[in-house]
């Protein structure tokens, strides 16, 4: 795949969801290596309010809040490179990722859709 096809993967990825009214949200892992990295990004991206507290209770209540976007039907997060995370920071990895999946029956549950995809 050329460099410049990946680079536009993400925009084509989030822009596949708009007829469906999902939020859409590209997370760049290029940089994502630990637990701390990992929340800027997600606090960033998905605009956590100022009080949340950079811990794993507070990042799962956060992902099944998410008042503050206004959801109409659900959202769509685009996670790239997520392996580099995995990789450096595995049991880390684990706890974000069970999260991330308890959040989407969560949403399942209120008839609202999440959509994690990770490339």
């Known amino acids: 795949m050329t460099a410049t096809l990946k680079n536009e993967i993400p925009d084509q ?9 999902l939020t859409g949200v590209y997370i760049n892992g290029d940089n994502i290596k630990d637990k701390h990295t990992f929340f800027n990004s997600f606090s960033e991206k998905l605009e956590f309010p100022e009080y949340f507290g950079f811990n794993w209770d507070a990042f799962s209540d956060c992902m099944t809040d998410l008042s503050w976007l206004n959801l109409e ?5 685009i996670y790239k490179n997520p392996h580099i995370f995995r990789s450096s920071s595995p049991e880390e990895w684990k706890i974000a990722n069970e999260i991330l999946l308890d959040a989407i029956d969560y949403w399942d549950e209120q008839n609202k859709v999440m959509i994690i995809a990770f490339f």
């Open 13 to 21: 990825l989030l822009n596949a969801f708009l007829p469906f009214s």
């Open 73 to 77: 039907c659900g959202i769509s997060i």
